[in-house]
C-alpha cells in the first residue's frame, strides 16, 4: 500500500457514483492501474455501502428540518410572543439556506407547513367556518397564504442574512 491508498479509498464512493471533478478522476484512475490492492477494493460492493449511510444522514437531517418547520409553525401560531417569532423564523431560515444552500427550499419549508397548519387549526374553529362555503373556505385559504407569507418573509430574511455570511466568509478567505 502506497501513501495514496487511504485517499484513494475515501474517493472510491464517489468515484463509483461520478461526482468528482475531471482532474480528481485522473487522479483515481492513474493510482488504480498501479495499485492492486485498490482495484480489489474498487471492484468489490463493499465502497457502495459505505456511501449509503451519507445518504441516511442527509434524509435524516431534512426530516429534522421539515419537523423543525412544523414545530415552529404550532409553536407561532400558540404563542403570542412577536420577537420570539422574528428571531426564532429568522434563525430557522439562515439555518435552512446553510444547511440547503437553496433559497428555494427555505422558502417552500417555511411557507408550506406554516400555510397547512393555518388550515388544519382553523377549519374546525368555528370563528372562520360555520357552513363551510366557498367563501369562507376562500377566506380561510387566503388568510392562510397570509400567514405563510409572514412566516416565509422572516426566513427569507434570515437566509438573506447566510447569504451575507457565506459571501463575507469567502472575501476573508480571498484576502
Known amino acids: 500500500m502506497s501513501e495514496e491508498c487511504p485517499i484513494v479509498e475515501d474517493l472510491l464512493p464517489l468515484y463509483k457514483k461520478q461526482m468528482l471533478q475531471a482532474p480528481t478522476i485522473l487522479f483515481v484512475e492513474q493510482h488504480l492501474a498501479n495499485c492492486s490492492h ?22 435524516f437531517f431534512h426530516i429534522i428540518f421539515i419537523v423543525l418547520s412544523f414545530m415552529f409553525a404550532i409553536n407561532s401560531s400558540l404563542l403570542g410572543n412577536q420577537l420570539g417569532f422574528v428571531i426564532s423564523y429568522a434563525i430557522f431560515g439562515c439555518l435552512s439556506y446553510l444547511f440547503y444552500k437553496n433559497i428555494w427550499i427555505v422558502f417552500i419549508i417555511s411557507s408550506v407547513p406554516v400555510f397547512v397548519w ?43 442574512f447566510a447569504i451575507l455570511l457565506r459571501s463575507l466568509r469567502w472575501v476573508f478567505i480571498k484576502s
Open 118 to 160: 393555518a388550515i388544519i387549526n382553523n377549519l374546525n374553529n368555528e370563528l372562520y367556518i360555520t357552513n363551510y362555503s366557498f367563501t369562507e373556505l376562500g377566506a380561510l385559504v387566503m388568510g392562510a397564504g397570509y400567514i405563510a407569507l409572514l412566516h416565509t418573509i422572516f426566513a427569507l430574511l434570515g437566509a438573506a
Open 38 to 59: 485498490c482495484q480489489q477494493l474498487a471492484s468489490s460492493k463493499q465502497v457502495l455501502k459505505e456511501y449509503i449511510p451519507m445518504k441516511k444522514t442527509l434524509s
